[in-house]
């Protein structure tokens, strides 16, 4: 019975998304999963490192939510950093939408049903984000996500980019902050 509570909430198209609802979204695992059976449609396509063109913007405007998944999650929880997803770049999307899904979501937002009602109730139809503030942050991650899905699109599939990007960032800060004392 519980299955099917839940299973509702998650296949449910039939209810016309409020303006305030921020997830309905079905995370499939990597075929890894499966044991190399599962399905094919979310695989990343692995080839040569391609260096992304100067004027992308696909990752270099998340760094604040890079370095968040990395040292809260990554780091404290799996005990890796992205390079260690080298092998298996779908493993890594499915961790950072689990992590938005089970950490995200549940800190800037609050469980409803459509009649309104935030009391704890099955199915949870919707989630609906306290303030504006919120909204924007689950947005933001939900953006981070795809974003880092279409830089390992283009870039073969290469998870270091993401700890090399981290790095020069560091850098970069602590040079302006030498500067700035000087």
Known sequence: ????????????????????????????????????????????????????????????????????????????????????????????????????????IPKHSEPANETGDTRPSFPLRSIQCRNIGDKIIIERYLDFSKGVKLTLMLNGGHTFIFDVLLQGKSVFDNMQKNEKKD
Do not use: W
């Open 1 to 104: 019975m519980l299955f099917r509570q839940v299973f509702l909430r998650f296949l449910s198209t039939t209810r016309v998304p409020l303006s305030k609802t921020v997830s309905g979204r079905i995370i499939v695992p990597p075929a890894t999963h499966f044991n190399n059976q599962g399905p094919k449609f979310n695989r990343i396509p692995r080839h040569e490192y391609k260096q992304l063109p100067d004027d992308s913007n696909y990752i270099e405007k998340f760094y604040d939510e890079l370095q968040a998944f990395s040292q809260e999650f990554l780091e404290k929880q799996l005990h890796k950093k992205y390079t260690d997803f080298e092998d298996c770049p779908e493993e890594l999307v499915f961790q950072l939408e689990q992590f938005i899904e089970l950490q995200v």
